[in-house]
Nanobody, 124 residues
Framework: QVQLVESGGGLVQAGGSLRLSCAASGRTFSRNAMGWFRQAPGKQRAFVALISSGGSSTYYADSVKGRFTISRDNVKNLVYLQMNGLKPEDTAVYYC?????????????????WGQGTQVTVSS
């Protein structure tokens, strides 16, 4: 079992920054790729970023590449999403997910474990 709890969302002006955190429980955290996804009002949940189990590989959606950075701390069981240069179109609920079924599956947005989400609102 893996439990995920996101934090760090809030209201920020365009051009600002936020850092989201995802705290994971479970002894298998360091074995799993982890990902961030987001869901804007009226839209489907979309992929944002992935990080491999050891943290050496990352992958980003084109819309956030160069602005967002995913990282992890396997000692503290934390995954981060540093978001810089925020735009109004980044407004969404952000979710973290565990890749217990592998990197490729997580990249498709499939996971047995999701957090409850944290709201990010970017004002223009």
């Amino acid at each position: 079992q893996v439990q995920l709890v996101e934090s760090g969302g809030g209201l920020v002006q365009a051009g600002g920054s936020l850092r989201l955190s995802c705290a994971a429980s479970g002894r298998t955290f360091s074995r799993n790729a982890m990902g961030w996804f987001r869901q804007a009002p009226g839209k489907q949940r979309a992929f944002v970023a992935l990080i491999s189990s050891g943290g050496s590989s990352t992958y980003y959606a084109d819309s956030v590449k160069g602005r967002f950075t995913i990282s992890r701390d396997n000692v503290k069981n934390l995954v981060y999403l540093q978001m810089n240069g925020l735009k109004p179109e980044d407004t969404a609920v952000y979710y973290c997910a565990a890749g217990t079924r592998g990197w490729a599956t997580l990249r498709q947005g499939e996971s047995d474990y999701w957090g409850q989400g944290t709201q990010v609102t970017v004002s223009s």
